[in-house]
């Protein structure tokens, strides 16, 4: 029987299966940001932890695989609103925070030609709720963590404001370019990816322009995997401009797009805690 959560905004979309849960243009500004991020959870937290890790994501040295892993994908191929953009560095830290000790985030963008597509690892590093150690604050962590990266912040959001728009937008294509990757197999416990987009995808395979998303045999051979195990949150970004692409039936079709390819569950909407059933803290200080 489908699970539904205890509570999400309206207007969102919920699916569930009865399964166990388990572009020449780089757009640095948001991968310096998500760097900036994993930066100062690295460098800030990393000084509270007497643990053998990678100085330069968190992870642990010896390449284990790790029991979470969380992959965000940001679009990058339109230029994101100031509320957008501290929605997803509110958004990248929040699930940052909610990963079990040593589980992976991984930040990546969605660029027209996704050969220039760049990305940033950060894990999980222990701080007082994670470990029990009452010499940890964790409100010290957040407020060292302002102090480093905070005014740099808010001005790669300016530069992030003023992106090219770019002509393509495969978002199909990274969602398959995710699930082909070694380390988001399925020897991982838990699963999560996360797309931060107006979802109006747009490729040589495939388009929600014209007629509407339809996905040839050739497409779906080439773009569709099987996603069991993955729990998959869809932050749809309105924009006027796509006033003819987007709405509810825009959204249905997403949700199908995933069902199709038996993910454990998918949401979309715009909130930070959609779909979550159990309470999460959010990390909302930003700037």
């Known amino acids: 029987m489908s699970r539904r959560p205890k509570s999400r905004s309206q207007g969102d979309r919920f699916y569930r299966n009865g399964r166990k849960r388990g572009a020449e243009y780089k757009a640095i500004g948001i991968f310096a940001i998500a760097g900036l991020v994993a930066a100062g959870f690295v460098g800030i937290a990393a000084t509270h932890v007497n643990t053998d ?19 965000i994908l940001v679009d990058e191929t339109d230029k994101l609103n100031a509320t957008d953009l501290r929605y997803t560095e509110a958004l990248i830290r929040t699930e940052y925070m909610n990963l079990p000790l040593h589980g992976r985030l991984t930040v990546r963008n969605i660029l027209a030609d996704p050969n220039a597509a760049s990305e940033i690892v950060v894990c999980r590093m222990a701080d007082r709720a ?22 740099r912040l808010d001005r790669l959001m300016d530069e992030l404001a003023a992106a090219p728009v770019q002509d393509a937008s495969p978002i199909l294509e990274s969602v398959a370019s995710v ?13 999560r990816m996360i797309i931060i987009s107006d979802l109006a995808q747009h490729s040589d395979l ?7 998303r339809h996905l040839s045999d050739e497409a779906r051979d080439l773009l569709e995997r099987d996603m069991v ?25 997403w949700i199908q797009q995933f069902q199709h390819m038996n993910v454990d569950d998918v949401v979309i909407g715009h909130d930070i805690n959609m ?3 159990s309470k999460r803290e959010v990390w909302t200080d930003v700037s």
């Open 53 to 71: 890790v990678d100085n330069t994501t968190g992870c642990p040295s010896d390449n284990r695989s790790p029991e979470a892993h969380t992959f």
């Open 130 to 151: 994670k470990r029990g150690d009452i010499n940890a604050n964790d409100g010290k962590i957040k407020r060292d963590f302002q102090k480093v990266a905070g005014v």
């Open 179 to 191: 699930m082909d990757r070694p380390d988001f197999g399925s020897m991982i416990s838990s699963r």
């Open 206 to 212: 495939v388009s929600d322009y014209g007629r509407g």
């Open 229 to 253: 195990g993955v729990q998959v949150r869809l932050h749809y970004i309105r924009r006027p401009s796509l006033s003819r692409v987007q709405g509810p039936a825009h959204k249905d079709s």
């Open 275 to 277: 779909g979550e059933i």
